[in-house]
């Protein structure tokens, strides 16, 4: 192996990991590129974890060794014995505190030994600090976070949103507030420099439904875009409101800032108040199965509408809950589920209790209004396709408030036989007891404090809180089952805390390492990455090489997000 010391070493002031950057040859969806996203973290002042990818590109025989190079020394150094073959990470023994380490991978494959992109550094402080910190401009307060690669090197650059304001449209019970200041976002390298700032503007309400945005690369070209929605000038009334004025979507490039395209949003006519067209979403989906489409919508509590647009900003197709569809109205959700429900390698949407095919043909509604609640996954493995998890906010159901619905046809599965009132909050689902197969579905309605743990088949584990109607289930430890993140605590369903963190979280995705998922929460000033440090025995392709989890990510930005579940 040809020995290198090319790569420029970032400073140590955060005493964290940063991971570097260089291209894979081989895209994937939308262009995306690969490194071996290389993670290190202290355990100790002795050792070291090690972790990083294994892509789908990578032979099922393909095997790899760990280098590490020192300060103050000049080349990298195998310090594996064998190469790893079990697994995508690696104890390294031999380190010592208050020293900085670079790691790099090689893979072997048909016997040839090969350098990969991508570089970890960790700085041996002796204690466990599980996190990558990123450091932010203005000491800012982040409230929503974009997870893409807007430079192209195969890492995952962030785009965050700030101020930590959100207003709610709906006036009329006062949970409007006026705007304190204009929405800004912020682009971050993966090695935490600072790229671009964007101010949305007055013409932007600062809050979750005036101002989606979302981060993709739309073209293929390897370098994401950021997407949203934007305004001109001032147009504010004097109680702050925004009535009037132009409505655009506008791209920004990812990589300096600067706007390159803009065409009009969806028009505010017809929709019946103040609360219902201040509800505005954005997202991205696979219409044809070969290339990224901008999926637009409007609405929620009435009329809805929808549009999707190709990367040139030229309309695919339209759609509205009106004429042929009002009964289609009042059933949005807060955010948008995207999901090849019928298998044709398409991409279906499901904005709520209702079912869009790919060519924007209605497959299906409940006769069941808003919905709070919306996870999609495949839930029951003993059904063919995917599943749906409602929760029911409006029109008080007097049975299926919570409910399964096979996501294909929309038939109800299972549901609580009784009445609900206001499911609330994001719900939760995934694998997270091993008594029970498949996943595991949770909500609540906290005004009554009635709370709902199913398993697959829709039998009722636990009444139980988990002290929040929106916790996180995600691999964290080595076993198939998945952990649960609530607050500060991570922990096993009815087990051991295995880690606490500090701040909000934003996200829960696949970001670095092997397999498991990282937490990124934001803290003022700063948005750290947690990424688990305890030794695998396996080894699965990275989750964001899978489609539906991919765009799952992308909408963390937008909405009340929904965690991406695996479509394979």
Request: proline content about 5%; hydrophobic content about 35%.
């Amino acid at each position: 192996m040809k020995k290198t010391n090319s790569l420029h070493l970032l400073s140590t002031a955060t005493f964290v990991i940063i991971f570097l950057t260089f291209a894979c040859s081989a895209p994937e969806y939308g262009g995306e590129k690969f490194d071996r996203g290389v993670v290190a973290l202290t355990i100790d002042e002795n050792t070291m974890y090690v972790g990083w990818r294994l892509l789908e590109e990578d032979p099922h025989d393909v095997s790899f060794n760990v280098y590490r190079m020192d300060i103050g020394e000049s080349d990298f150094k195998k310090i594996t014995t064998e190469p790893v073959t079990g697994s995508t990470n690696f104890i390294d023994t031999g380190v010592r505190p208050d020293m900085g380490y670079r790691y790099r991978i090689t893979r072997i494959a048909d016997g040839i030994e090969q350098e990969t992109p991508g570089t970890g550094y960790a700085f041996n402080r002796g204690m466990n600090k599980p996190y990558i910190s990123i450091k932010l401009r203005d000491d800012v307060s982040p409230n929503k976070i974009g997870i893409a690669d807007l430079t192209g090197d195969g890492a995952y650059d962030f785009v965050i949103q700030h101020p930590r304001f959100n207003v709610d449209p709906w006036f009329r019970e006062g949970y409007w507030r006026r705007s304190s200041e204009p929405y800004k976002l912020d682009a971050y390298s993966s090695r935490g420099e600072f790229l671009w700032r964007y101010d949305m503007g007055w013409a932007i309400e600062t809050g979750t439904w005036y101002a989606p945005y979302i981060v993709y690369d739309l073209d293929g070209n390897g370098k994401a875009d950021v997407f949203t929605k934007a305004g001109e000038g001032d147009p504010r009334e004097i109680c702050g409101r925004v009535l009037t004025g132009s409505e655009y979507l506008v791209r920004i490039d990812g990589r300096t800032g600067e706007i390159t395209g803009k065409t009009n949003w969806i028009p505010r006519d017809d929709f019946e108040s103040y609360n219902r067209w201040s509800r505005n979403f954005l997202t991205v989906a696979w219409l044809d199965g070969t290339k990224p489409s901008l999926v637009l919508l409007r609405g929620t509590y009435g009329v809805i509408k929808v549009q999707t647009l190709d990367n040139n900003f030229n309309t695919i197709w339209q759609w509205e809950s009106t004429g042929e569809y009002e009964d289609f109205k009042g059933r949005g959700a807060h955010n948008i589920l995207v999901a090849d429900i019928d298998g044709d390698g398409k991409d279906e949407l499901i904005p709520g209790t209702f079912a869009l095919d790919n060519d924007g043909t209605p497959l299906w509604h409940l006769d069941l209004r808003h919905n709070d609640v919306g996870q999609i996954g495949n839930i029951d493995p003993d059904r063919p396709g995917l599943e749906i998890f409602y929760g029911i906010e409006s029109g008080r159901p007097e049975r299926n408030g919570v409910c399964l619905v096979d996501a294909l046809t929309g038939e109800i599965l299972w549901g609580y036989d009784g009445p609900t009132y206001h499911i609330h909050g994001r719900g939760m689902i995934g694998n997270i007891d091993p008594g029970h197969p498949g996943m595991e579905c949770y909500a609540g309605e906290q005004r009554v404090d009635k709370y709902f743990l199913y398993n697959s088949k829709g039998e009722l584990i636990s009444d139980q809180s988990f002290g929040t109607l929106s916790p996180y289930a995600l691999w964290w430890d080595d076993d198939e089952y998945k952990e649960i993140n609530v607050g500060q605590d991570v922990f096993k369903f009815n087990g051991d805390t295995l880690l606490q963190i500090e701040g909000r979280v934003l996200a829960v995705a696949d970001i670095l390492g092997d397999w498991r998922e990282e937490i990124i929460t934001a803290l003022p000033g700063e948005i750290r990455i947690y990424s688990t440090s305890i030794p695998a025995t396996s080894r699965k392709v990275c989750l964001m090489q899978d489609r539906m989890y991919r765009t799952g990510v992308a909408g963390f930005s937008m909405g009340y997000p929904a965690q991406a579940q695996l479509g394979r």
